[in-house]
């Protein structure tokens, strides 16, 4: 698909925002919706359109056409820590989630692309590893608004526009940051902040095996997918890079002299398997950023207060 109109939910957050930039820069027109931008959100989508709008509010507020319409927008944060019920939780996602389907309904795009998450999984449902053919079994609120979306999306769109489901899995890169929908961060800007303060750093139990993509490969890869008919069910949609918490620690520990590796926990919460990318001939020859090289970029900036 050539460079058209994108309008993309969530666009102030750690993906959204990502994907704003990254399409920006392929020269797409972007419509940037979201809650509230911070300095640094308006900064970076200065060339964007940017739209202050709650897409879960009565009634649902007026957005532009687009050619292709992205849905990042997500609360992951846990309900408890968010301070509200399972019930409210998920609401908070498919209220905005059913408002974007409408809103594409009436419009009708050429593609509309629902960002889904390997969240969908638990950690027995990899056989050994989670791969397309694993079906998912999570039943927190944030999976059940994540497994529900993969099929309304579709279901509402059918004979309107194109339906991609993209599954998403462990991300890293720059501008990550806790923000009230995404209060956890990734392991790796983790490790970064503990290496930053001279704190060792702890793979998880059982030092576990999981895949991690950068950010900013992601706007890059959806165009691709883009140009293309969309797949049946969902796309895992990620880098070949697997390593085990140690080695992602040594990654960090070789770019911050000085930091230490601790053994991790002999018992601990079990964790899940990598999602393994889906094989698309779209993304053959893609040029995804190799850990090392990504992480290493990472460390060489200032952590975030």
């Given amino acids: 698909m050539s460079a058209g109109r ?3 939910t969530g666009a102030a957050g750690f993906v959204g925002s990502a994907l704003a930039t990254g399409f920006l820069a392929s020269r797409w027109q972007v419509a940037a919706v979201d809650r509230a931008f911070d300095a640094s ?6 060339g964007a359109d940017r739209i202050r709008a709650d897409l879960g509010a009565d009634p649902a507020p007026a957005l532009p ?3 292709v319409i992205i849905h990042a927008a997500a609360l992951t944060t846990d309900p408890a820590e968010a301070g509200i019920t399972c019930a409210d939780h998920l609401g908070a996602n498919l209220a905005p989630l059913l408002a974007i389907l409408r ?12 960002l889904s998450s390997s969240g969908v999984f638990e950690p027995g449902d990899g056989d050994p590893d989670l791969t397309d053919a694993c079906t998912p079994t999570a039943r927190t609120p944030y999976a059940a608004a994540k497994r529900a979306g993969e099929l309304l999306a579709p279901a509402a769109l059918a004979g309107v526009c194109d339906v991609h489901v993209v599954r998403l899995g462990h991300l890293y890169g720059p501008h990550e940051m806790p923000r009230a929908s ?3 961060l990734s392991r ?3 490790y970064r902040a503990d290496a930053a ?4 750093l702890i793979p998880a139990a059982g030092d576990p095996r999981r895949e991690w993509t950068h950010v900013d490969d992601l706007a890059p890869a959806l165009t691709r997918l883009l140009a293309g008919p969309p797949r049946a069910g969902a796309v895992h949609l990620c880098a070949p890079a697997v390593l085990r918490d140690s080695e992602l620690a040594a990654i960090v520990a070789a770019a911050v002299p000085g930091t230490r590796i601790a053994p991790a926990p002999e018992s601990g919460p079990p964790a899940k398997p990598p999602m393994i990318a889906s094989r698309l001939a779209a993304l053959d020859g893609l040029a995804w950023t190799a850990p090392r090289d990504g992480i290493a970029a990472l460390c060489r900036q200032k952590v975030p207060a």
């Fill in 6 to 8: 994108v309008l993309i």
């Fill in 41 to 46: 959100a308006r900064t970076r989508l200065s």
């Fill in 65 to 67: 056409s687009a050619d």
């Fill in 103 to 114: 809103h594409a309904a009436r419009s009708a795009p050429s593609a509309f692309v629902f």
């Fill in 182 to 184: 995404r209060m956890g």
């Fill in 188 to 190: 790796v800007a983790r």
């Fill in 197 to 200: 303060a001279g704190r060792p």
